[in-house]
């Protein structure tokens, strides 16, 4: 099972909270990256123990896109009743990261275990993010299983490759951190 320290988990959530917020729309000129929403809350159910992360982040994605339209006017075609389906969304990559958290064993093993639970949460999410908005949004006319399942094929893909992105990097710092830990316990012991 993946743990971190109390200490770990604060610098870790402040770290999300922040990548959320640089990635989430486009509120900053200069950072025009791809949205690492739905990777940060995979990352919070892997990193951070609290079950208050979830709806706290939930609050902050939501106060950005509710910003978002107050602000520049754009983005509200997504503000329908169909936006609490992120509710479903978003916890289903957060209790996929949980799984994924109590799987984990600090070996090359755990990747394709990684790989699996990442995916099948990051499509559970989009049946309800996608699915939820065809079917919920009142944008659609005559919305259909098919219509769907064309929108999945559609978005699924770049989405979970963002997703995919932003999580290699997280995996690749946390083995790196892993990695260097008894280098630096062996300094704090001859300090």
Known sequence: MLELSKRSQVIVGVALVLLMAMTR???FDLVNLRSASWAVFFLAGVLLRPRWIFPALFLQAT???VMSVGWTNAGHHCMTVAYWMLVPAYAALWF???LYARWHQDSLRSLPVLAGVMSVSALVCQLFSS???YFFSGRYAE???VGMLE??????PQYLATMAFYVAVAA?????LH???PLRNGQDRHA
């Open 25 to 27: 729309g486009s509120h």
């Open 63 to 65: 106060f950005m896109d």
């Open 96 to 98: 996929g990261g949980r």
């Open 131 to 133: 699915g939820g908005f």
């Open 143 to 145: 919305p259909t299983f």
């Open 151 to 156: 929108r999945i094929a559609t978005y699924y």
């Open 172 to 176: 690749l710092l946390y083995a790196a």
């Open 179 to 181: 990695a260097a830990a």
